[in-house]
């Protein structure tokens, strides 16, 4: 390498950065010659410890050291393999700043981050957004400053190796498969407290109703990078699957198969306990794509799932059995860091992505060395039945075909004119030449094709068979599978039909043909008539849970109002329909339980409360001991009570405001308690009352007796107030009468205070003979 030593300071030590003329840093090296080599006390790392990187995606990296050390600076860099770093395409990807206060970029190379201030620390993080698909693989480098000691290391912790993910698993934008294909999918939940017990909520943990479909590429249900739909956000807020069917029955053509499963409540239940929830669908050539999802509850807007799965291969034929493991991701709808945070709506709404380790230290998922989150569900999806010819260039073999459906029986000739076969051979012997499954096959020949245009059937025929030495005995009983959920009616208003489909789990020993019928069709009215007075309805959800676990209980199914009826009336159509169901015996569930009760009323009428909610035992106690809760109690709040107005008591009435003549007298009280929440108000405060001591005499000697008068008056009340210091409060020695208070009001009437204090009590004196004095007065009597 052409390295020309630029020295940066990086505090306390010095990194030095190979520039060249036209600015780009081709590598960081140590700028002494004492490296060490292979230490494990730092480590960089990038979150989920991929191994490798999805073109595009942004990924968090870290750079720790391991306790007790610390590192002072650090430079990181992100530079494709072979490249020298001496041009802007050596580097690859971008960095981003999480805290400013902790990184930034490097001034003399740009592309290389660094620290912001010198200090000690353990731990630094930034973002990377891995380069645009065919950049190759890239190395993630990190150099460490402690003290003026700097560890550099091409190959081992500080130095991680990412190579851009193979994209052949992509969905093809084009499949060449023929026919179709039956898949069954099943869901195994493993959210559980043993697995996830940081905050594991155990009361009402449980996985939504899954909701999906099979579908064209021209069709998105939710992906990585996307904006949840509002039936995605109501699947993921409210574990609600009627929004998001609406809209997959929506796109028409774009759906073959709507993907419905039950509810599990608790999120985790053994499978001798419960089978795992499982549905059936079909894929073919132009919808051969697979997605769902399912919320994990409680939570903010966490979900399970799959989006665009493939099952068409490159080899033109359909995939046999897919399992993934399941990690959460968040819609990016609400803001919740928590299964139980309280709602906060993100905005603006977020992109869906998932969940990761270091999102936040209070989620149950966080693990500040950022590892990768366990998964919370498993799902499997198995090929179960082919249909139509097949056209993959790969050969089945024989369990394989045994393993599909046989051809179904067709009342006419579907084959086209402009198709000329001969006619088909006799049925080939079986495959099999013990007791056991096989197949056998007949053929025909397609001598002419008239129209190019117009495609011809298939020219090999299959089916299952059983070898020879089986028993006669139900030789010719074939075994079916469970109907199929009824598609929708064939209109959207009035009366038309509907049909649903089986198929064959198992033909004849006896190698006949099965003739039970795989499809029936059925009568459906989505409205009743189609005028004015009318509405639109949708078809009818599936039916919920039984409401017993066992024994006789009620199931419901609903359906919504799509359009009201024109005219502004009322919508007559039922949306609501409940019938009887019969789980097993209850005899056989040692612990049988009623559903839980509603929720009484609050234990109080306004404030804080409690309320409860109950259930009951029905199985018999002979059959062993029940631990579940019967009773569950919360608590409930009702607005603030009201609290009304308190008042002290009344004073004594304040003395005549005249000498003579006609005057008043008052006498007031206080507001102790201000009224709150709509409490009664606060009464009057001062009442008055006439008074008359008697007639004035007119004239200066008048005046001249009144002064006389009120002298004697005030030196009375002084030789009373030292009596009362005294001899009212035998065994006491009281304080002097304090100050008046300043009056209350200005006008109209107000109050003063004067107290009078114990300063001394004898031993001998009674309780009740020696306590503080207050007198109160009315003052500013005049009118405002």
Not at 519 to 547: A, I, K, M, Y
Request: with cysteine; glycine share 6%; hydrophobic share 30%.
């Amino acid at each position: 390498l052409n390295i020309s030593n630029a020295l940066l300071p990086l505090s306390g030590a010095s990194l030095i950065i190979s520039e060249r003329a036209d600015g780009y840093c081709s590598r960081v090296l140590r700028a002494q010659s004492n490296r060490k080599e292979g230490n494990s006390e730092f480590r960089l790392r990038v979150e989920g410890d991929p191994e490798s990187y999805h073109p595009g995606s942004t990924y968090r990296v870290t750079v720790t050291a391991a306790s007790p050390s610390y590192f002072r600076g650090f430079t990181l860099i992100a530079m494709k393999d072979g490249a020298e770093g001496d041009k802007d395409e050596d580097y690859a990807g971008n960095f981003q700043i999480i805290d400013e206060e902790e990184t930034q970029f490097m001034t003399n190379c740009p592309p290389a981050v660094t620290e912001s201030t010198p200090r000690r620390r353990t731990s630094i993080q930034v973002f990377w957004t891995a380069p645009p698909s065919g950049s190759g693989c890239v190395f993630l480098k990190a150099s460490i400053v402690q003290k003026r000691i700097i560890y550099f290391q091409d190959e081992g912790l500080l130095t991680k190796k990412l190579c851009e993910k193979d994209t052949t698993d992509k969905p093809l934008l084009d499949c060449c498969a023929c026919g179709t294909a039956k898949y069954r999918v099943t869901f195994y939940g493993n959210w559980s407290e043993k697995i996830h017990p940081k905050d594991y909520p155990r009361r009402a943990n449980h996985w939504s109703a899954i909701i999906g479909a099979s579908h064209s590429k021209n069709y998105v249900l939710w992906e990585y990078g996307g904006f949840a739909s509002e039936g995605v956000k109501q699947v993921a807020e409210l574990g609600s699957p009627v929004k998001m069917e609406e809209e997959i029955r929506q796109k028409g053509d774009e759906v073959l198969t709507v993907i419905k499963m039950k509810a599990q409540w608790p999120a985790w239940q053994p499978l001798n306990v419960r089978a795992a929830p499982s549905a059936e669908f079909s894929v073919d050539r132009t919808r051969h794509l697979m997605s769902f999802l399912t919320m994990l509850g409680p939570s903010p807007d966490w979900n399970v799932g799959l989006s665009a799965e493939d099952l068409c291969t490159k080899e033109c034929g359909w995939v046999q059995k897919v399992v993934q493991d399941l990690i959460p991701w968040d819609a990016g709808t609400d803001s919740g860091v928590s299964y139980e945070s309280p709602n906060k709506p993100s905005v603006p709404q977020e992109k869906i992505r998932p969940l990761t380790s270091l999102d936040h230290p209070q989620s149950p998922f966080y693990d500040p060395e950022g590892g990768a989150i366990t998964p919370v569900a498993r799902v499997m999806v198995e090929r179960i039945a082919r249909k139509g010819e097949q056209c993959n260039i790969v050969p089945d073999n024989v369990d394989d075909i045994v393993a599909d459906i046989a051809q179904e029986e067709k009342e006419e000739d579907d084959t086209p004119e402009t198709c000329i076969y001969s006619n088909w051979s006799p049925w080939s012997a079986c495959s099999s030449a013990t007791c056991e499954k096989g197949k056998r096959m007949r053929q025909r020949m397609l001598k002419a094709q008239l129209d190019l245009s117009v495609p011809c059937p298939h020219t090999q025929d299959f089916e299952p068979c059983m070898g020879p030495g089986c028993s006669d005995e139900d030789a010719s009983t074939c075994m079916m599978s469970e109907w199929i959920t009824w598609a929708p009616c064939s209109v959207s208003c009035g009366a038309g039909t509907r049909s649903r489909e089986r198929y064959v789990k198992q033909f004849p020993d006896d190698g006949s043909i099965c003739t039970l019928p795989t499809e029936e069709t059925e009568n459906c009215v989505v409205n009743e008539e189609c005028s004015p007075s009318s509405c639109l309805v949708t078809e009818w959800g599936e039916w919920d849970v039984c409401s017993a676990t066992c024994g006789l209980g009620m199931k419901r199914r609903e359906r919504m109002v799509k359009m009201p009826p024109a005219d502004g009336s009322i919508c007559g159509a039922e949306v609501l329909e409940v019938e009887k169901c019969m789980m097993p015996e209850c005899h056989t569930i040692p612990c049988l339980l009623t559903p839980w009760s509603d929720w009484s009323d609050c234990s109080v009428t306004c404030g804080k409360g409690l309320r409860t909610r109950q259930r009951m035992l029905k199985s018999p106690v002979e059959l062993g001991e029940c631990t579940e809760e019967l009773e569950q109690v919360e608590k409930c709040m009702l607005p603030e009570c009201p609290i009304d107005c308190v008042m002290t008591e009344w004073s004594e009435w304040s003395e005549c405001n005249k000498s003579c003549g006609k005057g008043h007298t008052i006498r007031t009280r206080m507001v102790m308690l201000e009224p709150q929440f709509g409490g009664d108000p606060c009464p009057e405060a001062i009442q008055r009352k006439k008074c008359k001591i008697r007639k004035c005499n007119r004239g200066q000697g008048n005046s001249d007796e009144k002064k006389r008068r009120k002298e004697q008056r005030e030196k009375r009340r002084s030789k009373q107030g030292r009596a009362e210091g005294n001899s009212e409060h035998p065994g006491c020695r009281m304080r002097p009468w304090s100050s008046w208070t300043e009056c209350t009001k200005i006008c109209g009437g107000g109050i003063q205070e004067r107290l009078m204090t114990v300063k001394q009590k004898i031993k001998t004196a009674q309780l009740s003979s020696c306590k503080d004095r207050k007198e109160i007065r009315a003052c500013n009597v005049h009118p405002c």
